[in-house]
């Protein structure tokens, strides 16, 4: 059963790890206004999550943040039982190793309220398997976000084998009611969706580099000059409806479909031996210009919040517009 509380009404959250993603959840929730309580074994996990929020909370706030956001209301708790203690849910982000995870839920199991949903970022590991031999394992559900969660607004939901789905109901309408955007995973499949999505491009990008066809940065720039751009504001297959124009998708399919077949059996499989890692090692040197991992990374968050708060606001005004066309040119001139 998924807990009593409308999922809208939840305002405080549990979190078991604060490493990359845990501090990075935090930093969301609490600028959505929530209590945070978390548990991380490290001797330093503490200062590391309250630093990490101190350097991203001004990115919240250009973002907008909701009302009661205050960076401090974290706790942090070396027993993990003590950290979901009356929390209806609890976000688990600790290392990617079944063993580590299992145990960590059977050390927290005590202080879990009974309806509290556990949901698992895990990027690889199936909820099956997380939630074999736990006290209530209809509540285990998979919440895999996109590095980072406090800017990126995905999430993949999915139950395991055993898991209630009225509970998956319920985690979806609670990451959708506080500013994330969730979607359904109706089975479990390895690395989920969005990854294997990203996969699938990346294998293709990786035999155009290691045929010579183009370079690294050059197919980095085929992306994010080109399609990439669409795909900030709708899929893959929304984007060929729109190919198809008027005829939209059925038109597509009847005029593109056939060469799309000849295309994908000409695809490239890839394999990551020393010499393709090494090509795609240099070239990746060659387009960061002796920019650092850390330097680009600060200037890709400083792009994804201006692009998200051009999506968000564009968004909003388009749907002002649809409620009351006549005021149309004025909404979306400003
Ligand atoms: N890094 C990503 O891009 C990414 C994206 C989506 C999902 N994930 C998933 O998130 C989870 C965490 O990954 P990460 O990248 O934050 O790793 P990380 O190594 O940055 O953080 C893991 C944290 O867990 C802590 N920890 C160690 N043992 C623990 C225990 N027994 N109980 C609680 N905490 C413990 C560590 O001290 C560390 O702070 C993994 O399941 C991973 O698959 C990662």
């Known amino acids: 059963m998924p807990p009593a509380i409308e ?27 929530f209590a945070v309580s978390a548990h991380d074994p490290a001797p330093d996990g503490e200062r590391r999550m309250r630093d990490y929020i101190a ?54 199991e005590p202080g879990l309220a ?18 074999e031999g736990r006290a209530g394992p209809e509540r285990y559900v998979l919440g895999h ?3 980072p969660p406090h800017l990126i607004p995905l999430v ?32 479990e499949v390895l690395a989920h969706v969005a990854n294997r999505l990203q996969a699938a ?9 290691n045929e010579g066809v183009a370079s690294v940065e050059d197919v980095d720039v085929a992306i994010a000059y080109g399609p990439g751009l669409r795909w900030a504001i709708m899929g893959p297959h929304l984007t060929f ?37 090494a090509k795609l090692i240099a070239g990746v040197d060659a387009e960061a210009r002796g920019r650092s991992p850390r330097e680009l990374a600060a200037e890709r968050d400083a ?8 999506l968000h606001n564009t968004r909003e005004a388009l749907a002002r517009a649809d409620e009351h066309p006549h005021e149309h040119g004025r909404e979306l001139d400003r």
């Open 145 to 147: 976000p996109f590095n």
């Open 303 to 310: 792009l994804l919040v201006a692009l998200m708060r051009t």
């Open 201 to 209: 491009m990346w294998r293709e990008a990786v035999h155009l580099v």
């Open 241 to 277: 409806h729109l190919a198809g124009g008027e005829g939209g998708m059925r038109h597509y399919l009847e005029h593109l479909g056939p060469s799309k077949q000849v295309w994908w059996a000409d695809l490239g499989q890839p394999e990551l031996t020393p010499e393709v890692n």
């Open 55 to 108: 350097r991203v909370w001004p990115m919240l706030e250009q973002l907008g943040l909701r009302p009661g956001a205050d960076p401090d209301r974290v706790s942090f708790h070396a027993d993990p039982a003590a950290a979901v203690r009356d929390a209806p849910f609890v976000q688990e982000n600790a290392p990617e190793r079944l063993e580590v995870k299992r145990e960590l839920f059977a050390a927290a």
């Open 114 to 131: 009974p309806e509290a949903v556990v949901a698992s970022s895990s990027s690889g590991l199936l909820v099956s398997d997380i939630q």
């Open 156 to 187: 993949e939901v999915v139950g395991g084998r055993r898991t209630d789905p009225a509970v998956v109901d319920w985690t979806v309408a609670f990451y959708n009611a506080h500013g994330k955007r969730a979607i359904r995973i109706n089975k």
């Open 7 to 33: 999922p809208e009404a939840v305002d405080r959250i549990a979190l078991l790890g604060a490493g990359t993603i845990g501090a990075s959840w935090a930093a969301h929730f609490l600028a959505r206004g």
